[in-house]
C-alpha cells in the first residue's frame, strides 16, 4: 500500500489561505489523492479527490504535480470551524490513510 | 448524510472474550470497509469487502475477522479480544466506478469506540 506522509500540525489564524501538502513518493498508477476532513467524535468527511493537476470545488483545491509524488491541500480564508484533523490518502478501491493534520484556526 | 450505521457505539469488554462490530447500510454500495484508528496512527484498513461473501486483508487485519452475508451488512469480529484491540473503529463504503463520481470516495460512519480491559 503506498504511503502518505503530511506534517502534523499547522496553525493559521481567520481569514488565510492554508496549504497542506502530502508526500506519496510510492503512489501507483491508477492510484486518486483524496482528502478528508474529521472533526472529533466523527466520522472522516470527503473534501476533495484528484489525479494530477489541479482540482477546485466550493471548499478546497488540490494541486497534484506531473510527477504524482506530492499534493496540496489548498483551504481558502480558513475559519475557526476549519479547525479539524486533514487525512492525505492514496488509493483507488482501497484507501491509505496518511497520520493526518491537525489544523488549528485561531481568531 | 450516507445511510450508515454502526452498533454498538460503545462497547467495554475484558481481554479474552469475542467481540462481534457491525455496521448496517441502507445505499447499496458494493464496497464496505472497516478501519481502526489510534493516536500517532491516523486510520489504518483492516477488512473491507468488494461483495456478499468477497472480502479481503487490510494492513492491520491479525487478530479480526469479517463476513458479509448480504449487501448491506458487514461484521467485523475479535475472536479474543486483547488490549491492543482498544481502539476506535470505522465502518465506510464506497462505490467506485458505480454510482459515485469520485472514485475511492468513502463514507463514513460514526465509529465504535471499544475498550478492552
Known amino acids: 500500500l503506498a504511503k502518505t506522509t503530511q506534517p502534523i500540525s499547522m496553525d493559521s489564524y481567520e481569514g488565510q489561505e492554508v496549504n497542506i501538502t502530502c508526500s506519496h513518493n510510492?503512489?501507483?498508477?491508477?492510484?486518486?489523492i483524496t482528502w478528508y476532513q474529521q472533526f472529533p467524535s466523527q466520522g472522516p468527511r470527503f473534501i476533495i479527490q484528484?489525479?494530477?493537476t489541479k482540482v477546485t470545488n466550493e471548499v478546497a483545491s488540490l494541486f497534484i504535480p506531473a510527477d504524482r509524488k506530492s499534493s496540496t491541500l489548498s483551504l481558502p480564508r480558513v475559519s475557526l470551524s476549519d479547525t479539524a484533523v486533514y487525512y492525505c490518502c492514496s488509493g483507488y478501491s482501497t484507501l491509505t490513510f496518511g497520520k493526518g493534520t491537525m489544523l488549528l484556526v485561531s481568531p | 448524510d450516507a445511510g450508515i450505521t454502526q452498533s454498538p457505539r460503545h462497547k467495554v469488554t475484558e481481554t479474552g472474550t469475542p467481540v462481534t462490530l457491525r455496521c448496517h447500510q441502507t445505499?447499496?454500495?458494493?464496497?464496505m470497509y472497516w478501519y481502526r484508528q489510534d493516536p500517532g496512527h491516523g486510520l489504518r484498513l483492516i477488512h473491507y469487502?468488494?461483495?456478499?461473501?468477497?472480502?479481503d486483508k487490510g494492513e492491520v487485519s491479525d487478530g479480526y475477522s469479517v463476513s458479509r452475508s448480504k449487501t448491506e451488512d458487514f461484521l467485523l469480529t475479535l475472536e479474543s479480544a486483547t488490549s491492543s484491540q482498544t481502539s476506535v473503529y470505522f465502518c465506510?463504503?464506497?462505490?467506485?466506478?458505480?454510482?459515485?463520481?469520485?472514485?475511492?470516495?468513502?463514507?463514513f460512519g460514526e465509529g465504535s469506540r471499544l475498550t478492552v480491559l
Open positions: 510510492n503512489i501507483a498508477t491508477n492510484d486518486y
Open positions: 445505499e447499496n454500495h458494493r464496497y
Open positions: 469487502s468488494y461483495g456478499v461473501k468477497d472480502t
Open positions: 465506510a463504503i464506497s462505490d467506485p466506478g458505480g454510482q459515485l463520481a469520485n472514485t475511492g470516495e468513502l463514507f
Open positions: 484528484g489525479y494530477k
